[in-house]
């Protein structure tokens, strides 16, 4: 019987790193999947996906013990995971359901592997849903003198759901830095490609006042710079002139829900590694 892993790796780029993984997965009769690589000249640093298989009777503690030594001579940034573990994912969003709903139709399709472990709202519009498919609503709302103990709340109820990511699924709240670096690398948020010249409530309405040709939107992880993360995935989709605010909200909503359910899929798959402020994301 084999078990799969997903090896990522980030390190200075110098040459045998292929070589030298590529070895270290023959000496276990480990049989490589699937192998992407990137190296870029202007950091002169190494990327590295690497999906592969080896006999259940190597464990992935004796994988990680064999790989440290290598990991250290080549200064490596790596991480080991299981390829068919799913990841578990709290959803946090507001009154506007469109992402939601369509990472809830997503993973019980199966066509996302993840599994919905919570959803956390500061209203109770779609506890219904949530609970519909049987996944646990935790309806915790939020006023500025609440703020803190509210983000406890979250953050305590992501440890008790063993939470791999947090999505924020137009969860129209600021978040504290404090929060933000507790969750850093880990929570994934979507707005609208408008910002920074649309900012604030009704963005497609004003986007529709100013006549604009092209709408879209972007995932990014949290940071506690507001909406300046590291981007992960981005569409667009041409409008123009006839379409009215509300049909501009249509077409706004679905690129939103499609751009999200693509950067959360990347992320649960292990295909994201950083580099500085940018993303390197093997497809």
Known sequence: MQNDYILTVSCPDRTGIVHAISGLLLEMDGNILDSQQFGDEETQRFFLRVHFSVNSAISYDDICLKFIPLGDKFNMTWKLHEGRK?????IMVSKQGHCLNDLLFRANSGSLPIEIVAVISNHRDYERLATGYGIPFHYLPVTPDTKAEQEKQVLALVENHRADVVVLARYMQIL?????RALEGRAINIHHSFLPSFKGARPYHQAH??????????????????????IIAQDIEQVDHTMSANELTRVGSGIESLVLSRAVKYHVEHRILLNNHRTVIFR
């Open 86 to 90: 799913k990841a578990r994912v709290l």
């Open 176 to 180: 504290s830095d404090q929060f933000c």
């Open 209 to 230: 006042a100013r006549g604009v040709k092209i709408i879209g939107a972007t995932a990014h992880y949290v940071t506690a710079e507001l909406d300046e993360g590291p």
